[in-house]
């Protein structure tokens, strides 16, 4: 007997009329190509982009419209990209099909034959430069001369191929009037600069449109249905599956379709259905999960095994895994610098194997699950307040272009934070006011270690030097060194003695005999460092040691208290510290007064 189909699909791009819960979006986007706006459609691996695609090619098609689909994911060169496009020509929808084909042949080009003369004998090949210039002159050409949607999806590929992206922007440029496009691809950050990069071809010469994450309704909507086209309650099913994934397209339907398979026909969820559905993931994605993370170092390793048993990133756990306080910061930074649609943390995320993972999947972006610790009302009213505080920060200045995940963390803390001071945005109680990112890394991963109260200082003490009250954060890392000292838990010693350095210094222009303080606050976060062997609190303040010292004019000291210091590190250079400190050197070794003054110094 042949198993009942389920009614959430998700592996593979859908049939046009499997695509649920985007009407909104695929309305805009036919209006968008009907109408010649050029768009591009950008949104991570697994949001349903494809399927979105083949949707909108659909309702256009259905309208009379043609449609040439282009996909160039992982081109590798000017043959295979016009391998790409004389398929795409050679299957192209609607009445435009024959009148490419007659253009085709003025270029002495036979659609859909290209792939076979191409793996001729190099003297009898047809020239791959030559054949996609005519093919990209034939698609232009028919396009003008009939209604035609050209999707190009996965358009980042192009970019793998040296001047092809100029060529296909200057075949098009000229005709955007005349052809409907849309371009796709799965790699945002990449995506987004094609278009917003002044450098590259396709700047600016597309609206970019953004696919989400679906709407709790949407859900709600999508599962409800399929639960009841097959003869099933879907009970409290849609809000879990919702809570789990985020919202994620590929995750919920494929969470819908476990959570379905543990529900018989004509019968509701019971109290371990959840449970259940949650083992049928774990089982059919664990060795996915396993191959993803053997890819990663020995130290990011150490790393994710104690974020996914909600350990210490520094402490006792820490050290049974031989992974110093240094170590442990490179790693978080490395994988969140990985942290892309295109990477192998994301698609850990995505994999959803089991929810320790999760967990680590979230705190190496910053979250932890404090909200799920609290009651229902108190949840609620915290939840608004994270809503209000994110669209707040968005309209602060600077912010614009700043990872969401960033801001999502912040709007967070402002609203569980409970300073004296504070802005009047959304906060339960309280709020304080924008947070270093830097900083907040360190006070989430503080709390992690068992030092929750230094971490929350030090996050009061960022917020009163952005409201200019540096000699009032400097008291503050007064009552967080008082109480490592009271309690004796040091591991935040050498960071706390190192901000009160920073605050010190800012208040040099008011009182300038803190200067001498702020050093010797440097030097004990340097002493502290060391014994600690902490490389990267290291770094921060012997940076900020000798950018002291670059002010004195003492640049030679300056240089011989950091070089070293930054010659350690082998990878991680893209982090925030490491650009600092390099920056910092290159200014440090530039022939200058300072220099002579340091020599002429020494010498006395």
């Known amino acids: 007997?042949?198993?009942?189909?389920?009614?959430?699909?998700?592996?593979?791009?859908?049939?046009?009329?499997?695509?649920?819960?985007?009407?909104?979006?695929?309305?805009?986007?036919?209006?968008?190509?009907?109408?010649?706006?050029?768009?591009?459609?950008?949104?991570?691996?697994?949001?349903g982009k494809t399927s979105l695609l083949r949707r909108v090619a659909a309702e256009v098609a259905a309208g009379g419209a043609s449609v040439v689909w282009v996909d160039l994911y992982e081109a590798t060169s000017t043959a295979d990209l016009a391998r790409r496009f004389d398929s795409a020509l050679a299957e192209a929808?609607?009445?435009?099909?024959?009148?490419?084909?007659?253009?085709?042949?003025?270029?002495?080009?036979?659609?859909?034959?290209?792939?076979?003369?191409?793996?001729?004998?190099?003297?009898?090949?047809?020239?791959?430069?030559?054949?996609?210039?005519?093919?990209?002159?034939?698609?232009?050409?028919?396009?003008?001369?009939?209604?035609?949607?050209?999707?190009?999806?996965?358009?980042?590929?192009?970019?793998?191929?040296?001047?092809?992206?100029?060529?296909?922007?200057?075949?098009?440029?000229?005709?955007?009037?005349?052809?409907?496009?849309?371009?796709?691809?799965?790699?945002?950050?990449?995506?987004?600069?094609?278009?917003?990069?002044?450098?590259?071809?396709?700047?600016?010469?597309?609206?970019?449109?953004e696919i989400g994450p679906f709407s709790a309704a949407a859900i709600a909507e999508i599962v409800t249905d399929g639960f009841d086209s097959t003869g099933r309650d879907a009970g409290d099913l849609p809000g879990r599956i919702h809570d789990f994934t985020g919202g994620h397209?590929?995750?919920?339907?494929?969470?819908?379709?476990?959570?379905?398979?543990?529900?018989?026909?004509?019968?509701?969820?019971?109290?371990?259905?959840?449970?259940?559905?949650?083992?049928?993931?774990?089982?059919?994605?664990?060795?996915?999960?396993?191959?993803?993370?053997?890819g990663f170092t020995t130290g990011e390793k150490a790393t994710l095994r104690l974020m996914a048993h909600d350990d210490a990133l520094f402490g006792t756990a820490a050290e049974a895994l031989s992974l110093s306080a240094g170590s442990a910061r490179h790693a978080v930074d490395a994988i969140r610098s990985r942290h892309r649609p295109d990477s192998a943390v994301d698609e850990l995320e995505t994999q959803r194997t089991n929810s320790k993972v999760t967990e680590w999947v979230d705190r190496a972006t910053g979250m932890h699950k404090t909200l799920l610790e609290l009651d229902p009302v108190r949840a609620a009213s915290l939840n608004l307040?994270?809503?209000?505080?994110?669209?707040?920060?968005?309209?602060?200045?600077?912010?614009?272009?700043?990872?969401?995940?960033?801001?999502?963390?912040?709007?967070?803390?402002?609203?569980?934070?409970?300073?004296?001071?504070?802005?009047?945005?959304?906060?339960?109680?309280?709020?304080?006011?924008?947070?270093?990112?830097?900083?907040?890394?360190?006070?989430?991963?503080?709390?992690?270690?068992?030092?929750?109260?230094?971490?929350?200082?030090?996050?009061?003490?960022?917020?009163?030097?952005?409201?200019?009250?540096?000699?009032?954060?400097?008291?503050?890392?007064?009552?967080?060194?008082?109480?490592?000292?009271?309690?004796?838990?040091?591991?935040?010693?050498?960071?706390?003695?190192?901000?009160?350095g920073q605050f010190l210094r800012a208040q040099a222009a008011d009182a300038p005999a803190s200067l001498s303080a702020a050093e010797a606050c440097l030097r004990r976060a340097l002493e502290l460092a060391r014994e600690q062997q902490a490389r990267w609190l290291e770094l921060r303040a012997a940076a900020d040691l000798a950018r002291l010292w670059q002010a004195q004019g003492r640049r030679g000291e300056a240089r011989e208290l950091l070089a070293p210091i930054y010659a350690w590190f082998v990878e991680g250079f893209d982090t925030a510290d490491l650009v600092d400190a390099g920056t910092l050197l290159a200014q440090l070794k530039r022939t200058g007064p300072g220099s002579l003054f340091d020599r002429q110094r020494k010498r006395v």
């Not at 046009?16 to 591009?40: F, I, M």
């Not at 076979?116 to 003297?123: H, I, K, N, P």
């Not at 191929?161 to 005709?175: I, N, S």
């Not at 026909?265 to 259905?273: V, W």
Request: charged fraction near 25%; charge should be neutral; hydrophobic fraction near 45%.
């Open 385 to 500: 307040a994270v809503t209000n505080n994110l669209a707040w920060l968005r309209r602060q200045p600077g912010n614009a272009k700043r990872p969401f995940d960033q801001l999502k963390v912040e709007a967070f803390l402002l609203a569980v934070t409970n300073p004296a001071d504070g802005p009047p945005v959304a906060r339960v109680p309280e709020v304080i006011v924008l947070i270093d990112w830097n900083t907040l890394r360190d006070g989430v991963q503080a709390a992690g270690a068992g030092v929750g109260h230094v971490g929350q200082l030090m996050l009061r003490a960022q917020a009163l030097v952005r409201a200019g009250r540096p000699a009032a954060a400097a008291e503050i890392m007064d009552e967080a060194l008082a109480w490592i000292e009271r309690t004796g838990v040091r591991l935040m010693e050498a960071e706390a003695w190192r901000m009160r």
């Open 93 to 209: 929808r609607g009445p435009v099909g024959g009148t490419l084909a007659a253009i085709a042949a003025r270029f002495d080009l036979q659609l859909g034959l290209l792939g076979v003369q191409l793996s001729r004998r190099r003297d009898e090949r047809p020239d791959p430069e030559a054949s996609f210039d005519s093919l990209l002159e034939t698609l232009v050409a028919g396009a003008r001369q009939t209604p035609t949607v050209v999707v190009v999806d996965e358009l980042p590929g192009i970019d793998q191929v040296e001047g092809a992206a100029g060529l296909l922007r200057t075949k098009l440029q000229h005709h955007v009037q005349e052809i409907g496009l849309i371009f796709a691809g799965s790699q945002p950050s990449l995506m987004r600069a094609m278009f917003t990069e002044r450098s590259r071809p396709f700047y600016a010469q597309a609206d970019l449109v």
């Open 1 to 47: 007997m042949l198993a009942e189909p389920s009614p959430f699909p998700h592996q593979g791009p859908l049939e046009p009329e499997q695509v649920r819960g985007r009407d909104h979006l695929v309305a805009d986007l036919v209006a968008r190509v009907t109408s010649r706006r050029v768009t591009a459609l950008v949104g991570p691996r697994r949001y």
């Open 249 to 294: 397209p590929y995750r919920a339907m494929q969470a819908a379709d476990a959570a379905w398979r543990c529900v018989a026909p004509g019968s509701e969820p019971r109290p371990d259905t959840w449970g259940r559905a949650l083992e049928l993931l774990r089982g059919e994605t664990n060795l996915a999960c396993d191959a993803i993370f053997s």
